[in-house]
């Protein structure tokens, strides 16, 4: 791809939602790490439903350790896989007391030492909390990057790495969140929307979604039958 064209997709990206964000629910950095954590493999309703409970009781490393693995499942249970969650959360809040005073690190090898806490979101921590020029690739994003052409690469690590090597530097700070937003909404796996997609003519998907037949015709030919039924001459017994 051109990089004028990845210049302009991410203008266009940027002018229709020129402060993205992530969609989990939080308050503190700690929160943030727990609810990225959760949401490996499962939906961010299903742990935005989660923490809205879970928060309110305990969402420091202190509390969430204090409840133990046993009580926190019944909190998570609605996350997938919450029986491995649940031990890996509370894993993470006793190393972050043990080793780093309670507080969320700001480096990655620290963050990727966690239980639980892998490359996508150690990455999402280092961007949204402290700043760092980072992309976190997950499906929806490693989906875009190959179907537009933004960054063909055949593992999440070379999709990253083409991203961070090839996105104009005044986009990439959002990047992860244009492009996850673009991929659950629009850029969907089965059907992408690409009638009505604002990059579909700098995309260089060769399979694009075919747009619908308009239903102002579809009315327009039942509204004739409807009238020419109207109109014919009815037989009398």
């Known amino acids: 791809m051109h990089p004028a064209t990845r210049a302009a997709i991410f203008r ?27 949401s490996a493999h499962t939906t961010d309703k299903s742990v935005n439903a989660a923490t809205r409970v879970l928060f309110p009781l305990a969402n420091t490393p202190a509390a969430i350790s204090a409840l133990g693995v046993e009580g926190v499942k019944p909190y998570i249970r609605g996350v997938g896989l919450y029986n491995t969650k649940a031990k890996n959360l509370i894993g993470l809040a006793q ?13 990655r090898a620290a963050l990727e030492a966690l239980p639980g806490v892998g490359r996508k979101t150690a990455s999402i921590v280092l961007n949204m909390v402290f700043g760092q020029v980072e992309v976190a690739v997950d499906t929806h994003i490693f989906r875009v990057a190959n179907r537009t052409g933004l960054a063909p690469g055949r593992t999440p690590l070379a999709v990253e790495q083409a991203l961070v090597a090839n996105t104009p530097r005044q986009y990439l700070k959002d ?8 991929g659950r909404y629009v850029c969907t ?20 979604t075919a747009p619908k037949p308009a239903r102002v015709k579809a009315k327009s030919v039942a509204a004739a039958i409807r009238a020419r039924a109207r109109t014919r001459p009815r037989r009398h017994a």
Not at 95 to 107: A, D, K, N, S, T
Not at 176 to 181: E, I, K, R
Request: proline share 10%; net charge neutral.
């Open 175 to 182: 990047a992860h969140h244009w492009l996850l937003l673009h």
């Open 95 to 107: 190393q972050l007391i043990e080793r780093h005073g309670g507080q969320v690190p700001g480096e």
């Open 189 to 208: 796996a089965r059907t992408p929307s690409c009638p009505t997609c604002l990059i579909r003519d700098l995309c260089e998907y060769p399979h694009k």
């Open 12 to 38: 266009r990206l940027k002018a229709a939602n020129p402060t993205p964000t992530t969609e989990l629910l939080y308050a503190t950095p700690f929160e943030l790490l727990v609810a990225v954590m959760l």
